[in-house]
Structures are given as structure tokens and as C-alpha cells.
């Protein structure tokens, strides 16, 4: 019975998940003729994909802001989820929730056309610094820009993975730490963060799986400049119809993401275990 009630699932995942990702191999090894894509079996995309300066550049430069982006959004989300789990009243606290799940579900791309008019070179940003006297600044097409809006992205669901641990936290273990005579900074160190562990863990590595992924954000904020691989797998599709070597990028681009999210699991079991024992 528990195998056949998982049987929708099972198939739910082959169809739409695990068949396109056999097919999206396959390509890598195809080739393409007058713009036309025929089946064959060579590894010349591999090679010259793998290989080419523009993917590794891309490549650091995807690692670097994905990483930048998961530091900022931890540093952010943690004193954030602590306000809204432990200094608000339940009513103010399930409101922040709610206001923090309604950016989650709602358009992206239209919160980054906001930042664009925020930003932009006659943004609100810039007519606030005219008008105290200051002038102008570049804000939007650089990292800073780019920044602004992964984190638009990635922080609210960083913050509610962080509130969700830590509401269901033991209050008698802080309780017990305060009576014992623990400052407010020892508790938080001590005896909050090693049993959110996990959470942070999870909040970390889905941020950086979305930063990682991201194509709105490297396109609207900086205008591809440098490029990230998801702009360089777009770019190669135009090069000339190359979907065997944009396939490259893709599968190439989730292998990390599997080995991020894998690492992810491991070091968040290893402190439950550690834990239990």
C-alpha cells in the first residue's frame, strides 16, 4: 500500500523531471548542422565548453555572487527571524509572516522593475541625494544593483525558514539559559543557533541554490555584464542555434547545484546526529 499511494509521485517526477533531464544529456552529445539540430554521439561540446575561458569566467563569477548573496541574506535574515519570533506578539508575528509570504508568491520580475525605477539614474534613490544636495551615484549596473535584487529574492524565503525553526524552539532551554545567568548574546550563540543549525543550513543553501539559478536579476540589474552562466546559456542557445552546448551549461549548472544541495543535507545531518548522541 505505502508503495502504490507513492506511485502518482513516482511518476510525477519521471515525467516531468527525470525525462526531460535524460533528454537534456542526450543533447550535449548532438551536433548541429545549418542551424539544424541532428542526433549524433561527440563530445566536442563538452570539450569546448568546459574548456573555454568565457565558462570559467562565468563560472566564478556565478560562485562569487551566489556566495555573496547566501553571506548577506544569513547576516540579514537572522537578526530579522529573531525579532519577528521572539520580540513580537503572536497577532504581529503571524501578520510578518504573512507580509513576508506575499513577495515570495508574487512576480519577480516586477519587483525588479521597481528597484529599476529606485535605482535608476533619475530613480527615486537619486532624486532623494539632489534634493539634500548630494549627487548623483551609479546604482544600478554594477554588484551592488545585482545584490539588491537577488536579495529581494532570496531573503524573504531566508527569513521564514529562520522564523518557522526558531518558533519552534524549546523556550524552557532559554528560560533556563537567562536564569542560569547568560546574557542575551551568550544565549543567542549558544543555545539558539546550535538548535536552528539545520535551518540556517537549509536557509543558506536554498538561497544560494536561488542565486546561483538566477537569470532575471544578472539581466535587469546589470545588463549581463559580466556574465553569469545563466546568461551565458542563453547567449549560446543564440550563438548560431548551439543547444547541445548550452545543454552543457545546464547540465553543467546542475551538477553544482545537486553537490550544493547534497553537501547542504550532509553537514545538516551530521549536526543532528551529533546532536542525538
Same mark, same amino acid.
Given at each position: 500500500?505505502?508503495?502504490? $499511494?507513492?506511485?502518482?509521485?513516482?511518476?510525477?517526477?519521471?515525467?516531468?523531471?527525470?525525462?526531460?533531464?535524460?533528454?537534456?544529456?542526450?543533447? *550535449?552529445?548532438?551536433?548541429?548542422?545549418?542551424?539544424?539540430?541532428?542526433?549524433?554521439?561527440?563530445?566536442? @561540446?563538452?570539450?569546448?565548453?568546459?574548456?573555454?575561458?568565457?565558462?570559467?569566467?562565468?563560472?566564478?563569477?556565478?560562485?562569487?555572487?551566489?556566495?555573496?548573496?547566501?553571506?548577506?541574506?544569513?547576516?540579514?535574515?537572522?537578526? /530579522? +527571524?529573531?525579532?519577528?519570533?521572539? =520580540? /513580537?506578539?503572536?497577532?504581529?508575528?503571524?501578520?510578518?509572516?504573512?507580509? /513576508?509570504?506575499?513577495?515570495?508568491?508574487?512576480?519577480?520580475? &516586477?519587483?525588479?522593475?521597481?528597484?529599476?525605477?529606485?535605482?535608476?539614474?533619475?530613480?527615486?534613490? @537619486? +532624486?532623494?541625494?539632489? +534634493?539634500?544636495?548630494?549627487?548623483? $551615484?551609479?546604482?544600478?549596473?554594477?554588484?551592488?544593483?545585482?545584490?539588491?535584487?537577488?536579495? *529581494?529574492?532570496?531573503?524573504?524565503?531566508?527569513?521564514?525558514?529562520?522564523?518557522?525553526?526558531?518558533?519552534?524552539?524549546?523556550?524552557?532551554?532559554?528560560?533556563?539559559?537567562? @536564569? $542560569?545567568?547568560?546574557?542575551?548574546?551568550?544565549?543567542?550563540?549558544?543555545?539558539?543557533?546550535?538548535?536552528?543549525?539545520?535551518?540556517?543550513?537549509?536557509?543558506?543553501?536554498?538561497?544560494?541554490?536561488?542565486?546561483?539559478?538566477?537569470?532575471?536579476?544578472?539581466?535587469?540589474?546589470?545588463?549581463?555584464?559580466?556574465?553569469?552562466?545563466?546568461?551565458?546559456?542563453?547567449?549560446?542557445?543564440?550563438?548560431?542555434?548551439?543547444?547541445? =552546448?548550452?545543454?552543457?551549461?545546464?547540465?553543467?549548472? &546542475?551538477?553544482?547545484?545537486?553537490?550544493?544541495?547534497?553537501?547542504?543535507? /550532509?553537514?545538516?545531518?551530521?549536526?543532528?546526529? =551529533? =546532536?542525538?548522541?
Amino acid at each position: 500500500m505505502p508503495v502504490a $499511494l507513492g506511485l502518482p509521485v513516482l511518476a510525477w517526477q519521471a515525467v516531468f523531471f527525470l525525462a526531460p533531464l535524460v533528454f537534456l544529456v542526450v543533447i *550535449t552529445f548532438w551536433q548541429v548542422r545549418s542551424f539544424r539540430l541532428e542526433p549524433a554521439f561527440v563530445l566536442d @561540446n563538452w570539450t569546448r565548453i568546459l574548456w573555454s575561458t568565457p565558462f570559467h569566467r562565468a563560472l566564478g563569477h556565478t560562485l562569487q555572487v551566489a556566495a555573496t548573496t547566501t553571506v548577506l541574506a544569513l547576516l540579514l535574515a537572522l537578526p /530579522l +527571524a529573531y525579532t519577528i519570533a521572539f =520580540r /513580537l506578539s503572536v497577532r504581529v508575528r503571524d501578520l510578518a509572516v504573512s507580509l /513576508l509570504a506575499v513577495p515570495v508568491f508574487s512576480s519577480y520580475m &516586477l519587483r525588479i522593475y521597481a528597484w529599476q525605477v529606485v535605482l535608476g539614474a533619475d530613480g527615486i534613490a @537619486n +532624486a532623494v541625494l539632489g +534634493a539634500v544636495g548630494l549627487p548623483k $551615484l551609479q546604482l544600478l549596473g554594477g554588484a551592488f544593483s545585482l545584490q539588491v535584487g537577488l536579495l *529581494t529574492l532570496t531573503l524573504p524565503v531566508a527569513v521564514l525558514i529562520l522564523v518557522f525553526a526558531m518558533v519552534g524552539v524549546d523556550r524552557t532551554l532559554i528560560e533556563a539559559a537567562e @536564569n $542560569l545567568g547568560c546574557r542575551r548574546a551568550q544565549v543567542i550563540t549558544r543555545v539558539l543557533i546550535p538548535s536552528i543549525r539545520p535551518a540556517i543550513v537549509l536557509a543558506g543553501t536554498t538561497t544560494f541554490l536561488l542565486a546561483f539559478g538566477d537569470y532575471v536579476g544578472p539581466l535587469f540589474m546589470t545588463g549581463s555584464k559580466p556574465p553569469t552562466l545563466s546568461i551565458l546559456l542563453v547567449d549560446t542557445v543564440k550563438s548560431g542555434s548551439q543547444w547541445p =552546448r548550452a545543454s552543457v551549461v545546464g547540465v553543467s549548472m &546542475l551538477a553544482i547545484l545537486v553537490l550544493v544541495f547534497a553537501l547542504g543535507r /550532509l553537514a545538516g545531518s551530521v549536526r543532528i546526529r =551529533r =546532536r542525538a548522541s
